[in-house]
């Protein structure tokens, strides 16, 4: 009984999201937040603590752990939230989705996130689970990311800080190639469509007004239910992006609204989740980066520099008021520290007026790059010691062969 007390009493308490982003706000400074996924192996994730363990260093309101579509990750989420709040003393987010999960599991993760200290929780309906194309609500579970937030709020009041999704470019499910006869490209009026891209093969992909309304609403509908805070789906294009929150604004809208941000990589990865998300590429950043796909360094400063100017652009953005838009930036790490540091470094949101952070900020920018450059010499060593090294022929070393 004294080590369970004791237990109750290390745990660490969270802070909701909203209570930091108005803190924030009332006292004039910009923020950022950040995102991770659990890894596959052991070894990954023993990694990916060891970036954390870092990464708290660099003051980021919260970080959330990503959940797996069908609840793939139901024990992993946790245990890397529990690692950020109670080992590190940070603060988490939570993702919790409504694929494969009955009410009976969502209550598990509610329970054991109340346990650990957790006070936010993004509730998203999620992917399909692996294999399969459609998402389909199971028996005895939710519907929608409404369902969910409506479950928590009515079973744990108000003890969560709840977080939702936003899409600026509307949901991938509502992004549809534009096939009316009527629709003149250069008017774009009678009928209308919102975040027009165009086509690889000269069609038209954009979100009807009925659509465009009608995932307005529903974003309403979170808000109004029990969200707090707005997270983006990634984006490449800032007018777009600025654009739609002036929408929601007109909409009635309220809750803090965070870009999320992906650094771009290389360009594999950012051609898989660009196409698995529908975002929509502006053709100069599109053609410059199929211009530089060979040449991975390239590419990567030059996203780098691209993601940079993209920021800047929306933390500028303001309302017919002359208030700031954008509070702060929530960025997808995909669990590297480089491409983090890199941005917060050139972009010095959170730390602008804070030279004690700046200094910390830059002496990890270079701790992470000699780290790299390590990286990289041991591996061309590697590749030198396989090729120059003498083979168990050249030894006269044979194995003796028993059967064929």
Same mark, same amino acid.
């Given at each position: 009984?004294?080590?369970?007390?004791?237990?109750?009493?290390?745990? +660490?308490?969270?802070?909701?999201?909203?209570?930091?982003?108005?803190?924030?706000?009332?006292?004039?400074?910009?923020?950022? *937040?950040?995102?991770?996924?659990?890894?596959?192996?052991?070894?990954? $994730?023993?990694?990916?603590?060891?970036?954390? *363990?870092?990464?708290?260093?660099?003051?980021?309101?919260?970080?959330?752990?990503?959940?797996?579509?069908?609840?793939?990750?139901? #024990?992993?989420?946790?245990?890397?939230?529990?690692?950020?709040?109670?080992?590190?003393?940070?603060? !988490?987010?939570?993702?919790?989705?409504?694929?494969?999960?009955? %009410?009976?599991?969502?209550?598990?993760?509610?329970?054991?996130?109340?346990?650990?200290?957790?006070?936010?929780?993004?509730?998203?309906?999620?992917?399909?689970?692996?294999?399969?194309?459609?998402?389909?609500?199971?028996?005895?579970?939710?519907?929608?990311?409404?369902?969910?937030? @409506?479950?928590?709020? @009515?079973?744990?009041?108000?003890?969560?800080?709840?977080?939702?999704?936003?899409?600026?470019?509307?949901?991938?499910?509502?992004? @549809?190639?534009? +096939?009316?006869?009527?629709?003149?490209?250069?008017?774009?009026?009678?009928?209308?469509?919102?975040?027009?891209? @165009?086509?690889?093969?000269?069609?038209?992909?954009?979100? *009807?007004?009925?659509?465009?309304?009608?995932?307005?609403?529903?974003?309403?509908?979170?808000?109004?239910?029990?969200?707090?805070?707005?997270?983006?789906?990634?984006?490449?294009?800032?007018?777009?992006?600025?654009?739609?929150?002036?929408? $929601?604004?007109?909409?009635?809208?309220?809750?803090?609204?965070?870009?999320?941000?992906?650094?771009?990589?290389?360009?594999?990865?950012?051609?898989?989740?660009?196409?698995? !998300?529908?975002?929509?590429?502006?053709? *100069?950043?599109? #053609?410059?980066?199929?211009?530089?796909?060979?040449?991975?360094?390239?590419?990567?400063?030059?996203?780098?520099?691209?993601?940079?100017?993209?920021?800047?652009?929306?933390?500028?953005?303001?309302?017919?008021?002359?208030? %700031?838009?954008?509070?702060?930036?929530?960025?997808?790490?995909?669990?590297?520290?480089? !491409?983090?540091?890199?941005?917060?470094?050139?972009?010095?949101?959170?730390?602008?007026?804070?030279?004690?952070?700046?200094?910390?900020?830059? #002496?990890?920018?270079?701790?992470?790059?000699?780290?790299?450059?390590?990286?990289?010499?041991?591996?061309?060593?590697?590749?030198?010691?396989?090729?120059?090294?003498?083979?168990?022929?050249?030894?006269?070393?044979?194995?003796?062969?028993?059967?064929?």
């Amino acid at each position: 009984m004294a080590n369970e007390q004791k237990e109750r009493q290390e745990i +660490n308490i969270g802070i909701k999201a909203i209570d930091k982003i108005n803190k924030n706000m009332s006292e004039g400074k910009r923020f950022f *937040s950040f995102e991770f996924y659990p890894p596959k192996t052991d070894a990954g $994730v023993q990694k990916l603590k060891k970036s954390l *363990s870092n990464m708290i260093k660099w003051n980021p309101q919260w970080m959330d752990v990503t959940w797996g579509a069908g609840g793939t990750t139901s #024990d992993l989420t946790p245990e890397i939230c529990n690692y950020i709040q109670n080992d590190i003393k940070g603060n !988490c987010m939570m993702h919790l989705t409504c694929t494969n999960m009955p %009410s009976e599991k969502v209550d598990i993760a509610l329970k054991q996130a109340k346990e650990y200290g957790f006070k936010n929780i993004l509730a998203l309906r999620g992917d399909p689970p692996e294999g399969q194309k459609q998402w389909k609500a199971i028996e005895g579970g939710f519907e929608c990311a409404l369902d969910l937030i @409506k479950y928590i709020r @009515k079973n744990y009041g108000d003890y969560f800080g709840i977080t939702v999704s936003g899409y600026p470019e509307g949901h991938p499910l509502v992004r @549809k190639k534009i +096939n009316d006869d009527k629709w003149d490209i250069n008017k774009n009026v009678n009928p209308k469509y919102y975040a027009i891209q @165009k086509l690889d093969d000269g069609s038209y992909e954009g979100v *009807s007004e009925k659509d465009w309304k009608g995932e307005l609403e529903y974003l309403k509908k979170k808000i109004n239910a029990g969200g707090q805070v707005i997270i983006t789906q990634l984006f490449y294009d800032a007018k777009l992006f600025i654009d739609w929150v002036k929408d $929601v604004r007109d909409f009635g809208i309220t809750a803090p609204i965070l870009p999320g941000i992906m650094p771009i990589r290389n360009y594999g990865s950012f051609n898989r989740m660009t196409g698995f !998300c529908k975002t929509v590429i502006p053709k *100069s950043l599109k #053609d410059r980066l199929i211009e530089l796909k060979d040449d991975t360094e390239k590419l990567y400063a030059f996203g780098m520099d691209y993601l940079h100017s993209m920021c800047k652009e929306c933390l500028n953005a303001t309302d017919k008021n002359g208030q %700031s838009l954008i509070p702060g930036l929530h960025i997808y790490t995909m669990n590297t520290e480089k !491409c983090t540091i890199q941005l917060l470094e050139k972009c010095k949101i959170g730390f602008d007026d804070n030279k004690g952070l700046e200094g910390i900020i830059n #002496d990890e920018l270079k701790r992470v790059l000699a780290e790299e450059e390590a990286r990289k010499k041991k591996k061309q060593q590697e590749k030198i010691e396989l090729a120059t090294n003498a083979t168990p022929i050249d030894k006269g070393e044979f194995k003796e062969i028993k059967s064929f």
